[in-house]
T-cell receptor, first 117, second 111 residues
């Protein structure tokens, strides 16, 4: 099973709502990532988790709150978003992160298409 | 970070080979060249990576120039399913370099 599963596939929310995006993998990977992709643009890294601890936060606004409750699950909690936050949110995982001398392939989910009204 | 330059778009006929170029004139000695692709309505997927020598796998081949300032991803026989955005990415072998995407090349395959 080389699948990264993201739910929901589509989400519409108002600026005052609180919602969460969920990402799950059962490949035994210990690194998980959130990327944001605007239409016709490349994905942009938001967060990196390694062994359930936050390793990289690419200066993401606090209205995006990541959480990694266990090695298989990654959440992205959303609160007070703006219309410009509408985008495809991609989750990815890799076997490891930060191990010198190796490259780890990233496995991506199909994303959650978020619309903020 | 060393940058890559790719054509915005390319077109190919089905069942013909496709050569996708990537320029990386500021590449450093420890940068590996990675390729990912993103099919419509999907997340990116790994294609291939290499350092100096040409590389082959079941999906594609990677040809790297002798001076490493450019590389070419080769799809030997394009199918409609290969229509995607192809990203050429440089990653330093430091263990904690994230995957940073450039603009990529949008490949269209014509039946």
């Amino acid at each position: 099973d080389t699948e990264v599963t993201q739910t929901p596939k589509h989400l519409v929310m108002g600026m005052t709502n609180k919602k969460s995006l969920k990402c799950e993998q059962h490949m035994g990977h210990r690194a998980m990532y959130w990327y944001k992709q605007k239409a016709k643009k490349p994905p942009e890294l938001m967060f990196v988790y390694s062994y359930e601890k936050l390793s990289i936060n690419e200066s993401v606004p606090s209205r995006f709150s990541p959480e990694c409750p266990n090695s298989s699950l990654l959440n992205l909690h959303l609160h007070a978003l703006q219309p410009e936050d509408s985008a495809l949110y991609l989750c990815a995982s890799s076997r490891l992160w930060g191990r010198v001398g190796t490259f780890e392939k990233l496995f991506f989910g199909s994303g959650t298409q978020l619309s903020v009204l | 970070d060393a940058k890559t330059t790719q054509p915005n778009s390319m077109e190919s006929n089905e069942e013909e080979p496709v050569h996708l170029p990537c320029n990386h004139s500021t590449i450093s000695g420890t940068d590996y060249i990675h390729w990912y692709r993103q099919l419509p309505s999907q997340g990116p997927e790994y294609v291939i990576h290499g350092l100096t020598s040409n590389v082959n796998n079941r999906m594609a081949s990677l040809a790297i120039a002798e001076d490493r300032k450019s590389s070419t991803l080769i799809l030997h026989r394009a199918t409609l399913r290969d229509a995607a955005v192809y990203y050429c990415i440089l990653r330093a072998l430091s263990g904690n370099t994230p995957l940073v995407f450039g603009k990529g090349t949008r490949l269209s395959v014509i039946a």
